[in-house]
């Protein structure tokens, strides 16, 4: 694992080693840093968003994963949380006072990859969003996407599943740097 900066330093998180920036081969939205390991097409998203208003704990990431799942043009029988977890202040010693409610969620989504509507991958889906305090004002929702399942017809269909889980080290890592970023 590797610390990365985010967000021009305003931000770290730690990744696996041979995850690379995707925002140096494609467009990617500011509020998103999109990371991918090319070989499994394992990928880590941050992003920060605006305060859903009327969400918060478990409700909140459970809204956050189905959002995901309509993304990712899944019905709701293709969509299964496996479980959801409070985290603790000891999750989140980097981001300590600045957080107010911080939910895991663990699930798998049967999606699509780009138009493949006929050839759907089983994804593992692993989440946190935290509600940082105010002044921020803001959810940071980090998605750990692991394929388990590729469809031989999918355009992943050659590449390696064999992947390593490293979203609880990553959440540990997360750190604001510069609260700026929230100005």
Same mark, same amino acid.
């Given at each position: ?15 696996? !080693? *041979? ?27 941050? &992003? ?6 009327? $969400? ?15 993304? !990712?043009? #899944?019905? $709701? ?18 981001? &300590? ?10 699930? &798998? ?8 509507? &006929?050839? $759907?991958?089983?994804?593992? +889906?692993?989440? #946190?969003? +935290?509600?940082? #305090? ?10 750990? !996407?692991?394929? +388990? $399942?590729? *469809? ?10 064999? #992947? ?12 604001? *740097? ?6």
């Amino acid at each position: 694992m590797q610390v990365q900066p985010m967000y021009g330093g305003a931000m770290q998180m730690a990744l696996p !080693n *041979n995850f690379i920036d995707t925002s140096l081969v494609r467009q990617v939205p500011d509020n998103q840093e999109v990371w991918v390991d090319a070989d499994t097409n394992q990928s880590a998203i941050l &992003e920060i968003l605006e305060v859903v208003p009327d $969400k918060t704990g478990e409700e909140l990431v459970r809204y956050h994963f189905e959002e995901l799942g309509l993304a !990712n043009k #899944c019905t $709701k029988d293709e969509m299964r949380v496996v479980a959801t977890k409070e985290l603790v202040p000891e999750d989140l010693k980097n981001l &300590e006072g600045m957080v107010t409610t911080a939910f895991a969620l663990s699930g &798998e989504q049967f999606a699509q990859k780009f138009n493949e509507s &006929e050839s $759907k991958n089983v994804v593992n +889906i692993e989440m #946190c969003v +935290i509600r940082l #305090c105010p002044p921020m004002n803001a959810d940071l929702l980090l998605s750990v !996407n692991t394929p +388990i $399942k590729v *469809n031989p017809k999918s355009s992943d269909a050659s590449l390696n599943t064999a #992947c390593t889980s490293f979203f609880v080290d990553t959440v540990k890592s997360l750190k604001l *740097n510069d609260p700026g970023l929230f100005a």
